[in-house]
């Protein structure tokens, strides 16, 4: 496999790895695991790091909605220009364009469920393009990027075994 | 009554009790340790593989099934044997499912020892060999396994420990705890040996998958030793699957049978959940094995190069998931460099004289942790390593 795909298969889990502890796992020269996660940075293969986080913890009571927008696509253009109307506003977290009976999903996110609505009546519904909007609102995240909500990460082994 | 001690057969009064219980207990009761002293993949079993077990309990897969184990697994193995070590086994007599290799350990050496009778015994190794001789009314004869040689054995090592009693050797690579692996011509070093001296050979490969430099090697592939081997394989490393106790043993159909008659009265079968969830994970576990055991590699190399960076002499191992590195610069004893390790640093590491007198001066980490617990835990290492250093 070659080595960009494996820097990212590692990273992709845990963005903290240093180059590094990278350059060691991987058997390779450091600075050439630095040159090419900047390489990759700059040409947008790496389009950046977050956390996961469960805000819930520290008592933060933030909404997520996803919306199910249909839209009519325009000439030549197709339905970039109105995904790239709807992704440019800041409370848009993700838009994906889907198969099926809607066009594009849209997750948005907002202190509370009236900054949502606020966002879909007066933001989204009134666009040009957009036929249709279906708001469904997330209760409870199990499952984010591979990491389980509730489930403490446990070593359940014992601590000495042979 | 008190003093029940008479009443012990003196057979098992004459098995040592694992050297390291004092250094269990002396973990268990420590905080905040960071362990690299597990014998065990850090991966839960595969998800698809338990799911399986759960469908089948659904389904009222809960009796027995046969002696030998669900006719469905054993073709499994059968096919998984040939295109992994290229050696066919008849699943109708030459496969038998066992409560884990640590049965079939037990059965295979009950099977076939004569009171006296001698069990070669390459250390260091896992703990289970010798006391298994020794229930068996066998001798273990150690042979010495060298950190120069990478752990290998040596055909002279062994030669020298043949007496006329000898009659089974135990080959159990990639090595727990070293990491040695035995290469093909390793192995055919061996077989002239094996062969003159009539000797059976229990060749546990429980680790064979986790293999970091080629294909592993089973000594039952080379020419003469199908009939005197019986190849023990499991579930419990390759697919996290320790706790279903799932292993099985291949071989010669009149051994086989022995062994069948002693597990039918013991065992009767292996669990059926457990055999369920073993079809599962040789048909559809592959993918996420391979996926394990490049994780496993990654870890390897850092654990290495961090404990080198610490000044501890350690050959790069090249199976399973342990390494061995040497201590014996400390000064200390493999014992005390753990104690305290553990007091002063809280790092639970295992001392290497638990896997017989030639791992005296080693201790055994495992790299079946996660990234930031062994670089923590190899820092506090060279902390400790310091501070002796400067005393």
């Not at chain 2, 973990?27 to 002293?37: A, D, H, N, R």
């Not at chain 2, 062994?158 to 990491?179: D, E």
């Not at chain 2, 590699?297 to 000044?311: A, E, P, T």
């Amino acid at each position: 496999m070659d080595l960009q795909k494996r820097i990212l298969e590692l990273i992709e889990h845990d963005a903290r790895l240093s180059a590094k502890t990278l350059a060691i796992m991987l058997e390779e020269d450091e600075d050439k695991i630095q040159k090419l996660i900047n390489n990759m940075e700059q040409d947008k293969t790496i389009l950046g790091y977050n956390t996961v986080i469960n805000w819930d913890n520290i008592g933060y009571d933030g909404v997520t909605a996803m919306i199910d927008v249909k839209v009519t696509p325009e000439r030549e253009v197709g339905f970039n220009s109105i995904a790239e109307r709807i992704y440019r506003f800041p409370e848009v977290r993700c838009v994906y364009l889907m198969s099926g009976t809607y066009d594009l999903s849209v997750i948005v996110e907002g202190d509370n469920m009236k900054d949502v609505a606020r966002f879909v009546s007066y933001k989204l519904s009134t666009l040009e393009n957009v036929q249709s909007t279906v708001t469904h609102f997330v209760l409870k995240r199990y499952k984010q990027d591979h990491f389980i909500f509730e489930e403490a990460e446990v070593d359940k082994r014992l601590v000495v075994s042979l | 009554m008190s003093g029940m001690e008479a009443y012990i057969s003196d057979v098992v009064k004459s098995i040592a009790p694992s050297g390291i219980r004092r250094f269990f207990d002396l973990v268990s009761q420590t905080e905040g340790v960071i362990s690299l002293g597990v014998g065990e993949p850090d991966f839960v079993t595969p998800w698809h593989i338990r799911e399986a077990c759960f469908y089948s309990l659904e389904k009222g897969y809960t009796m027995y099934t046969s002696n030998l184990g669900l006719l469905e697994l054993r073709e499994e193995i059968a096919w998984y044997q040939k295109r992994t070590i290229g050696v066919e086994y008849e699943p109708e007599d030459q496969i038998l499912v066992t409560v884990g290799v640590s049965e079939a350990i037990d059965i295979a050496l009950r099977a076939l020892l004569q009171p006296g009778d001698e069990v070669l015994v390459p250390e260091p190794c896992y703990v289970s060999y010798a006391p298994g001789a020794t229930l068996a009314y066998g001798k273990a004869v150690p042979v010495e396994t060298f950190d120069q040689d990478q752990y290998r054995l040596r055909p002279d090592s062994l030669a020298a420990k043949i007496s006329p009693r000898s009659k089974v050797l135990i080959l159990a690579y990639p090595n727990n705890p070293t990491g040695g692996i035995m290469y093909r011509e390793d192995l055919e070093a061996l077989t002239d040996i094996i062969i003159q001296n009539d000797l059976i050979v229990i060749s546990d490969e429980i680790y064979s998958e986790l293999t970091y430099d080629g294909q592993h090697v089973s000594i039952a592939s080379l020419p003469g030793m199908k009939d005197r081997t019986i190849v023990m394989n499991g579930f419990s490393k390759a697919f996290a699957m320790t706790g279903w106790r799932i292993g099985y043993a291949c071989g010669h159909p009149d051994i086989i049978a022995a062994m069948t008659k002693i597990h039918q009265y013991t065992i009767m079968c292996a669990p059926i959940m457990a055999q369920k969830a073993a079809i599962e994970a040789l048909r559809h576990g592959e993918a996420q094995m391979r996926k394990m055991v490049e994780d496993y590699n990654y870890r390897r190399k850092l654990i290495v190069n961090s404990l080198r960076q610490i000044g501890l002499e350690c050959f790069e191992p090249r199976g399973a998931f342990y390494c061995f590195p040497s201590i014996e610069k400390t000064g200390l004893s493999s014992e005390e460099f753990c104690a305290r390790l553990l007091t002063e640093e809280q790092v639970a590491v295992v001392p290497g004289n638990a896997f017989g007198y030639t791992g005296e001066g080693y201790i055994r980490c495992c790299y079946a942790a996660s990234v930031s617990n062994i670089e923590k835990a190899v820092e506090r290492m060279g902390s400790l390593i310091q501070r002796l250093k400067n005393q």
